[in-house]
């Protein structure tokens, strides 16, 4: 059928809430778990680097697992996909409750919520894609802005449960608070063309009778004509192949260049929010990142969606990248605080802007057919980069 204009508002508002949710727990959540990390030293007697590989696990799940989501949306479509990862995210964090050594809590809190929110993150940025066209900006900006402002809530939310139930009972609540993705996915609608159908089909029988006013030659007439679309219909469908997951994207010149600039840059986007603490001994300075952030994404999207900048969006990620880097060259003449926090601010604005603009400028080169494909190649390229970029860095 032909694709469906995509009406930039009405019911897309709500799915654009619930991509808001499902970014905020893809991204802040594996961050939001380290609050346990403590207490789960504690309690099984291992050391901090054993732990982190929770969050480690879930952001590999989340970035590896891109083609099989690509695959599985192909398949069967966003919404059952999505619904399987919301129960999939929660029964992760339920069965992580009930552990008893760290593997356990590896192949639980890791493996089963890690793919869980990948499952979930995915669709939802196609989804957004579907119901968005000139306002697509925007409604990108606002979906990434869940990430800062989930972190923000997230990681005091983790700790008032921690005194008051135990690391157990926390991992119990988040995981129902995981059951929110389903919530999500439920309200993703694809945007389908058989209403549409449908309704002309009455309507043109309608008008048929009343044309033709001969009774049975009429509805003969109509049922030939119905019968011959149906024979034309059967003829086209042994040509139609549906791709599992699409290659044809890699003989794009611009998918491969944004793919190789991407990995670069997901080297280094990650270190200076894994280093600062250490290096500052302060979480101040994380706050201050998160609080430009949450600002900076929507206001970015609104000037990517200006009329001037939308035909020119990808140079202005190239400017958010460069930009992002030349941040981190400067932190280096930080002599104290004061450099620090000048420091937060101009990362916090540039890594806002580069989250905002990621996703639009891949739709806008590879387009809206392809960009379950392309995201999921994406993804699995930067997991690389996101495994070796923050130990290189420590290093």
Same mark, same amino acid.
């Given at each position: 059928?032909?694709?469906?204009?995509?009406?930039?508002?009405?019911?897309?508002?709500?799915?654009?809430?619930?991509?808001?949710?499902?970014?905020?727990?893809?991204?802040?959540?594996?961050?939001?778990?380290?609050?346990?990390?403590?207490?789960?030293?504690?309690?099984?007697?291992?050391?901090?680097?054993?732990?982190?590989?929770?969050?480690?696990?879930?952001?590999?799940?989340?970035?590896?697992?891109?083609?099989?989501?690509?695959?599985?949306?192909?398949?069967?479509?966003?919404?059952?996909?999505?619904?399987? #990862? =919301?129960? %999939?995210?929660?029964? /992760?964090?339920? *069965?992580?409750?009930? @552990?008893?050594?760290?593997?356990?809590?590896? $192949?639980?809190?890791?493996?089963?919520?890690?793919?869980?929110?990948?499952?979930?993150?995915?669709?939802?940025?196609?989804?957004?894609?579907?119901?968005?066209?000139?306002?697509?900006?925007?409604?990108?900006?606002?979906?990434?802005?869940?990430?800062?402002?989930?972190?923000?809530?997230?990681?005091?939310?983790?700790?008032?449960?921690?005194?008051?139930?135990?690391?157990? #009972? =926390?991992? %119990?609540?988040?995981? /129902?608070?995981? *059951?929110?993705?389903? @919530?999500?996915?439920?309200?993703?609608?694809? $945007?389908?063309?058989?209403?549409?159908?449908?309704?002309?089909?009455?309507?043109?029988?309608?008008?048929?009778?009343?044309?033709?006013?001969?009774?049975?030659?009429?509805?003969?007439?109509?049922?030939?004509?119905?019968?011959?679309?149906?024979?034309?219909?059967?003829?086209?469908?042994?040509?139609?192949?549906?791709?599992?997951?699409?290659?044809?994207?890699?003989?794009?010149? =611009?998918?491969?260049?944004?793919?190789?600039?991407?990995?670069?840059?997901?080297?280094?986007?990650?270190?200076?929010?894994? $280093?600062?603490?250490?290096?500052?001994?302060?979480?101040?300075?994380?706050?201050?990142?998160?609080?430009?952030?949450?600002?900076?994404?929507?206001?970015?999207?609104?000037?990517?969606?200006?009329?001037?900048?939308?035909?020119?969006?990808?140079?202005?990620?190239?400017?958010?990248?460069?930009?992002?880097?030349?941040?981190?060259?400067?932190?280096?003449?930080?002599?104290?605080?004061?450099?620090?926090?000048?420091?937060?601010?101009?990362?916090?604005?540039?890594?806002?802007?580069?989250?905002?603009?990621?996703?639009?400028?891949?739709?806008?080169?590879?387009?809206?057919?392809?960009?379950?494909?392309?995201?999921?190649?994406?993804?699995?390229?930067?997991?690389?980069?996101?495994?070796?970029?923050?130990?290189?860095?420590?290093?």
């Amino acid at each position: 059928p032909p694709p469906v204009k995509p009406p930039d508002g009405g019911w897309g508002w709500i799915v654009l809430f619930g991509c808001f949710v499902i970014t905020g727990f893809s991204y802040a959540f594996p961050k939001a778990v380290s609050v346990y990390f403590k207490e789960l030293m504690k309690d099984f007697h291992v050391g901090y680097s054993d732990t982190a590989w929770i969050s480690s696990i879930m952001l590999a799940m989340l970035y590896g697992t891109g083609p099989v989501c690509s695959i599985m949306v192909n398949q069967f479509g966003c919404r059952p996909v999505m619904l399987i #990862g =919301g129960l %999939l995210a929660s029964s /992760g964090m339920i *069965l992580a409750s009930f @552990t008893t050594n760290i593997i356990e809590l590896y $192949l639980t809190a890791g493996v089963l919520t890690g793919l869980g929110m990948a499952l979930n993150f995915q669709p939802s940025l196609i989804m957004l894609g579907t119901y968005f066209d000139k306002r697509r900006p925007l409604a990108n900006g606002l979906a990434a802005a869940g990430s800062p402002v989930f972190l923000s809530s997230l990681s005091p939310l983790g700790q008032v449960l921690l005194e008051k139930f135990g690391w157990r #009972g =926390g991992f %119990l609540i988040m995981g /129902g608070l995981l *059951l929110n993705c389903c @919530t999500c996915g439920a309200v993703m609608r694809p $945007l389908d063309m058989g209403m549409k159908r449908k309704m002309g089909k009455a309507q043109d029988k309608y008008e048929a009778k009343e044309m033709l006013p001969i009774g049975g030659k009429s509805e003969d007439g109509i049922s030939t004509t119905d019968g011959s679309k149906k024979a034309k219909k059967v003829k086209k469908k042994p040509k139609k192949g549906k791709k599992l997951l699409d290659f044809s994207i890699f003989s794009n010149r =611009g998918f491969i260049i944004y793919t190789i600039s991407k990995f670069i840059l997901v080297l280094g986007l990650f270190v200076p929010p894994i $280093l600062l603490v250490n290096y500052a001994k302060d979480t101040v300075l994380l706050s201050i990142i998160g609080f430009i952030d949450i600002f900076a994404r929507p206001a970015c999207g609104m000037v990517a969606g200006l009329k001037w900048v939308r035909p020119h969006v990808s140079y202005l990620f190239s400017f958010a990248m460069l930009f992002n880097g030349l941040t981190d060259i400067c932190s280096a003449r930080a002599s104290n605080y004061t450099g620090l926090v000048i420091f937060c601010v101009f990362f916090g604005i540039s890594y806002g802007m580069v989250g905002a603009l990621q996703f639009e400028v891949l739709m806008a080169i590879v387009g809206s057919q392809k960009f379950s494909s392309a995201i999921g190649l994406v993804l699995l390229i930067e997991a690389f980069a996101v495994l070796i970029g923050p130990p290189s860095a420590g290093r």
